[in-house]
């Protein structure tokens, strides 16, 4: 259903078509990438162009592949099929050695933040610095401090990951994702954990990064709120299969239009884009036959639900105050704007242990 250059697709008729840009302005290409793991394929034939300084959201439900797909694009799983260009070059065949010249281009925000917690957030910025460059310290000080002022935290850079909240580690690890100077940033579920106005800070976060400077941005979630926040463009993904790489236009276009000429593939994106509780996933869902869901032949979720989380309803914070004692940057929330799904510390790295950049969040929970 996806044409090869992976950028347009007619979906909807009534939506702009897109045009296709030239490889030169792709600073990531996949193309027809397969994975599979223990002989089961979770990708299957993805096709995604990126180009230079957009933010690119990639969603799906859970399990769709979003993960593995990121994780294939920086280089911590190889692929079975297809290939992978990153700056022109193809990854796919490069020694340790040269992936690890490519990776000091990028920087990535996992889940947790997965920071150091037995170091300062200042030491924790420091880290990529002291060991890809050979700066002076004083140099490096300077540029850790430009760096924690990006993300709004150079006043608490002489605190440790425990004694700050959820929302300013994931801006630590952002300050830390920035230490480089990347090219590209990826985030995987930027917003998972975050209440709402946190999540919104965040989001805010994203965009000034990406305009101020210029880097591509390739954001992995699940929350429509966000990803009609921030995107420039969106790709759909379901079970492995990449349904679409649109514009944010379209899609909103999609969400709001009326559904009777989508296709199939169209119905199911718009209800996973609504959160609808009735549509082609659920209807899938309860296709699922009695033996298969007790022998576990399928392997989608068998019970009933809509297609993605409670979303939170604030979108744009415009003043701040104090969230904790410890927290001078976190924004005015009344408990009505709030939901319940608070920062979750359990998720956080080992204090004694230390993250390794080519670990996914879904690694970071696993801690
Ligand atoms: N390391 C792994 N070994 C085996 N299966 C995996 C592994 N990582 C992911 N999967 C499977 O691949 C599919 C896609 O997972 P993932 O990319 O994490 O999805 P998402 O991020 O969209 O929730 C799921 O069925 C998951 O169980
Ligand atoms: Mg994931």
């Known amino acids: 259903m996806t044409p090869p250059n992976g950028d347009t697709l007619a979906t909807a008729p009534d939506a702009p078509a897109e045009k296709a840009t030239a490889p030169e302005n792709h600073v990531i290409e996949v193309h027809d990438m397969i994975k599979q793991f223990d002989g089961k394929v979770v990708l299957n034939g993805i096709n995604l162009n990126i180009r230079r300084g957009e933010t690119m959201v990639i969603m799906g439900g859970s399990g769709s592949g979003k993960s593995t797909l990121l994780r294939c694009i920086i280089g911590s799983l190889k692929p079975d099929g297809g290939g992978i260009r990153l700056f022109g070059d193809e990854i796919t065949s490069m020694t340790d050695g040269e992936m690890d010249g490519v990776r000091k281009k990028f920087g990535i925000l996992f889940q947790s933040g997965a920071l150091f917690n037995s170091m300062t957030l200042r030491e924790n910025v420091a880290l990529p610095l002291q060991e890809h460059t050979d700066l002076p310290g004083d140099v490096i000080d300077i540029m850790v401090k430009i760096k924690l002022e990006m993300v709004g935290l150079r006043e608490h850079a002489t605190k440790y990951p425990a004694q700050i909240s959820g929302g300013m580690k994931k801006r630590a690890g952002l300050a830390r994702a920035l230490a480089l100077d990347p090219q590209i940033l990826f985030y995987d579920e930027p917003s998972a954990g975050l209440d709402p106005v946190t999540s919104a800070e965040i989001d805010q976060l994203i965009i000034d990064l990406s305009k101020r400077l210029g880097v591509t941005s390739v954001v992995v979630t699940h929350e429509m709120d966000s990803a009609f926040?921030?995107?420039?463009?969106?790709?759909?993904?379901?079970?492995?299969?990449?349904?679409?790489?649109?514009?944010?236009?379209?899609?909103?276009?999609?969400?709001?239009?009326?559904?009777?000429?989508?296709?199939?593939?169209?119905?199911?994106?718009?209800?996973?884009?609504?959160?609808?509780?009735?549509?082609?996933?659920?209807?899938?869902?309860?296709?699922?036959?009695?033996?298969?869901?007790?022998?576990?032949?399928?392997?989608?979720?068998?019970?009933?639900?809509?297609?993605?989380?409670?979303?939170?309803?604030?979108?744009?914070?415009?003043?701040?105050?104090?969230?904790?004692?410890?927290?001078?940057?976190?924004?005015?929330?009344?408990?009505?704007?709030?939901?319940?799904?608070?920062?979750?510390?359990?998720?956080?790295?080992?204090?004694?242990?230390?993250?390794?950049?080519?670990?996914?969040?879904?690694?970071?929970?696993?801690?």
């Open 229 to 367: 926040t921030i995107a420039d463009r969106m790709a759909m993904l379901d079970k492995g299969r990449m349904l679409t790489v649109q514009t944010r236009q379209f899609f909103e276009n999609m969400r709001d239009g009326e559904p009777d000429h989508l296709d199939h593939d169209g119905q199911l994106i718009r209800q996973f884009l609504r959160g609808d509780a009735d549509g082609p996933i659920t209807a899938r869902k309860l296709s699922t036959s009695y033996e298969e869901d007790l022998l576990g032949l399928d392997e989608t979720e068998t019970y009933v639900r809509p297609a993605i989380q409670p979303t939170r309803t604030v979108k744009e914070v415009k003043e701040k105050k104090p969230e904790t004692a410890a927290d001078s940057t976190a924004p005015t929330a009344t408990v009505a704007d709030m939901t319940d799904n608070q920062t979750d510390e359990s998720k956080q790295p080992d204090r004694r242990t230390g993250p390794d950049d080519r670990r996914t969040g879904e690694e970071d929970r696993r801690e």
